[in-house]
């Protein structure tokens, strides 16, 4: 059974910065890439950021220079660094995978819960 469990949303306010985490269970981490995608209120789930297999990022330009992504395989863990955040950025943030995720084209099956992060003014 695959699992993603995302932590580490809250709530912070503007400039401020966030690291979420996502724990990956019940695949061969290393040989799938992982992507995070957010969810604002009234929006449609949106890409935000991508790791291949050899960790080489994929960041929209809505959001590079602010956010950044990392994995480490011996955890079967990645990660989302926000900087310099914004009430625009509010939202539920996800973890995403699966063999048919194409980063920044489309997502993979599996997805996490979702964590929430509000940025407030």
């Known amino acids: 059974q695959v699992q993603l469990v995302e932590s580490g949303g809250g709530l912070v306010q503007a400039g401020g910065s966030l690291r979420l985490s996502c724990g990956v269970s019940?695949?061969?981490?290393?040989?799938?890439?992982m992507a995070w995608y957010r969810q604002a209120p009234g929006k449609q789930r949106e890409f935000i950021a991508g790791?291949?297999?050899?960790?080489?990022?994929n960041i929209p330009d809505s959001v590079r220079g602010r956010f950044d992504i990392s994995r480490d395989n011996t955890k079967d863990e990645y990660y989302l660094q926000m900087n310099s955040l914004k009430p625009e950025n509010t939202a539920v943030y996800y973890c995403?995978?699966?063999?048919?995720?194409?980063?920044?084209?489309?997502?993979?099956?599996?997805w996490g819960q979702g964590t929430q992060v509000t940025v407030s003014s």
């Open positions: 019940g695949i061969r981490f290393s040989i799938y890439s």
């Open positions: 995403n995978t699966g063999l048919s995720l194409l980063l920044g084209v489309r997502p993979g099956p599996y």
């Open positions: 790791i291949t297999t050899g960790g080489s990022a």
